[in-house]
């Protein structure tokens, strides 16, 4: 393939006139493709890259001017360093880098041969970066929330904004799996008996304290809240966990609620006893949803999807997200519609291939 | 079985290497490389015990993957470490080898469940390529940090020698670095619906990555040789620490259990 010196070289050759245009396109990509501008614009990014590890993103401009001062604030604010990966600079970087990179493998295509592997990985990266381009203009993706039984066929991809999938979920089961169940440990301090030690509780259980008194687990509520009817629970979420107790000895009994949260929030027993109470909430081991889509009323595909096994359809990807801690029975799905994840594995595999190859493992001897 | 009597058979390597410092017998440094391979061998063993005992591939938090990293290290110099031309380099391994295991010992070391996210066969995958790449960089750093001390080479030879050790050794953690970032990519597509997220684990691998990109370029286009490519080589490796350990302890993302 001629060059765009060749070129230019050839055209003067045959007019016999200087090709002022010519140099100007012959300069524009001797520049374009060489190393320099990729060290360059490699430094640039490096450069970004780090600075937008180090600012919260995601934030507001507000949130900025808080943290850094109200001039700094502003100035990144402006510069889009609250937000930066998505940018249009840095964009704009990354689409220069892919020029560079381009322009780099036409100049040398001529030593492609020579130096397969090398071809190869920028090609790779090419692929990669177009991927990430298709994703850019075209992807889709939001949270479908659903309770057991309930179906939705819109999801949420911001504040009042909803996409649409071509298809309808219906939750039909949604578990959550424990490791173990959570924990409620006790530390016990009956000084006129001669204890003080830590024992773990369970509801309906009885504690022997020495000889002559015995300590029960009632009754445990996750989130205590006063209710019209007494102490009850606001919901499942373990976010104010309280342990109703009975303490007996000599033939009496109390009965009194100790607060994981609030220590010193309990019954006062005149001195004979303190009861500190720690929550250990349970481990979540997996939480799965089993689905059913259904296009026009008709089934289409029914599954189950958890946590690193995700469900496809029509294009769509539908992820475990997350659930609600407050209701075990209401799952939260991630929707994601991404047309060029095929383009980035596909670089990948390229990318590995041609750095397989440069190595030249037949004469790796270091 | 836990990594301690690896531990103390790198001591038993420390000692013996030193004293091949010190009497210049070659029997001292034999024995040293015989403690430091018992010492490989001891923690193969406490892994393959910890795996079996956990159930999963350890290598879920910074105590695991520190004490994989310090195995990947001493496979790599007992392959391929012993060639290079620095002074005492087998006392140089033992040491770094001590110094990830002393870190590693500093951790909570518990065995616990793990968490749905890293329910997965990518684990083993993914922080496995991604820890031997680090041993090779690991590698790597010990010749450029020789060549940056300003030592002479007892020959041309052996100046050569060590910069084509530096050069090779990068350029398989290179390809590894590759590999353990594609694998991660494909997990993190399978678990969190992305690819990339720029997550700050994410972007500083990404500028590890780019960092000895631009170290063999300078190599092969700039011809970068000798001390420059050491001093490229050694930020490479400065990337890869705070990659590791920085972004743990500075930085929050969705690496968090890392």
Redesign the interface.
């Known amino acids: 393939m001629e060059t765009a010196e060749e070129t230019r070289k050839a055209r003067e050759a045959a007019t016999g006139a200087p090709d002022e245009q010519g140099a100007w396109a012959s300069r524009a990509f001797a520049t374009t493709s060489s190393?320099r501008t990729?060290?360059l614009l490699?430094?640039a990014?490096?450069a970004a890259?780090?600075v937008?590890?180090?600012i919260p993103?995601g934030q507001p401009p507000a949130a900025l001017e808080e943290r850094f001062g109200p001039w700094l604030g502003r100035v990144l604010g402006t510069a889009g360093a609250g937000d930066l990966?998505r940018s249009w600079w840095f964009n704009g970087l990354l689409a220069a880098l892919g020029f560079n990179l381009a322009a780099c493998s036409l100049r040398r295509i001529r030593a492609a041969r020579r130096r397969p592997g090398v071809f190869l990985v920028h090609a790779a990266l090419l692929l990669i970066l177009a991927g990430?381009l298709v994703r850019g203009l075209s992807s889709e993706?939001g949270l479908l929330q659903l309770k057991e039984g309930a179906w939705a066929d819109s999801f949420e991809i911001g504040p009042r904004r909803h996409g649409f999938l071509p298809f309808r979920v219906r939750l039909d089961r949604f578990v959550v799996d424990h490791?173990e169940g959570a924990a409620h440990y006790l530390q016990v301090r009956v000084p006129i008996l001669g204890i003080d030690s830590v024992v773990r509780a369970k509801v309906g259980e009885r504690l022997r304290l020495g000889d002559d008194a015995e300590l029960e687990a009632l009754r445990f509520l996750p989130n205590f809240v006063l209710g019209p009817r007494g102490p009850d629970t606001r919901d499942q979420d373990p976010a104010n966990p309280a342990l109703e107790l009975a303490y007996r000895r000599g033939g009496g009994e109390r009965r009194l609620w100790t607060f994981a949260r609030f220590p010193d929030m309990h019954q006062d027993m005149g001195g004979e006893a303190r009861i500190l109470y720690q929550f250990v909430p349970s481990?979540?081991?997996?939480?799965r949803s089993q689905v059913t889509l259904l296009r026009d009323e008709v089934e289409v595909k029914r599954g189950s999807l958890?946590?690193?096994?995700?469900l496809s359809h029509a294009g769509w990807?539908l992820?475990q997200?997350g659930f609600d801690r407050s209701d075990p029975t209401r799952s939260t799905l991630?929707v994601?519609r991404?047309p060029g994840?095929p383009l980035?594995?596909a670089g990948?595999a390229v990318?590995?291939a041609g750095?397989?190859l440069?190595?030249r493992w037949g004469r790796?001897?270091? | 079985m836990t990594p301690n009597l690896s531990f103390a058979l790198l001591l038993v390597s420390l000692i013996l290497y030193s004293g091949r410092e010190a009497t210049g017998r070659p029997s001292w440094g034999r024995a040293g490389l015989a403690a430091l391979a018992a010492a490989w061998a001891a923690l193969t063993a406490a892994i393959v015990v910890r795996w079996s005992q956990a159930g999963y591939a350890p290598l879920s938090n910074q105590y695991e993957s520190l004490v994989f990293l310090a195995w990947s290290f001493l496979g790599l110099y007992l392959l391929f470490g012993r060639e290079l031309p620095v002074r005492a380099p087998g006392l140089w391994a033992t040491l770094a080898t001590l110094v990830v295991l002393g870190l590693g010992s500093l951790l909570d070391k518990s065995v616990r469940p793990l968490v749905p996210a890293l329910q997965s066969n990518w684990l083993l995958l993914h922080v496995s390529v991604c820890m031997i790449a680090y041993a090779a960089f690991f590698l790597s750093f010990l010749a450029a940090a020789w060549a940056l001390a300003g030592r002479d080479w007892p020959s041309r030879a052996l100046e050569l020698s060590a910069e084509e050790f530096s050069y090779q050794t990068v350029s398989l953690g290179f390809l590894l670095l590759t590999l353990g970032i594609v694998f991660g990519s494909v997990w993190a597509n399978e678990a969190w619906g992305t690819y990339w997220s720029w997550d700050p684990k994410e972007t500083w691998s990404l500028i590890t990555w780019l960092v000895y990109a631009v170290a063999l370029h300078l190599r092969q286009a700039q011809g970068w040789r000798g001390r420059r490519f050491a001093a490229a080589s050694a930020a490479g490796f400065a990337c890869v620490v705070f990659t590791y350990f920085g972004v743990n302890y500075l930085l929050t993302g969705l690496h968090a259990y890392a």
């Open positions: 190393v990729f060290l490699a430094a990014l490096l890259c780090a937008g590890t180090f993103q990966f990430a993706r490791w481990r979540v081991r997996q939480f958890h946590v690193n096994q995700p990807t992820y997200f991630l994601v991404d994840v980035v594995y990948f990318l590995v750095l397989a440069n190595l790796f001897r270091p």
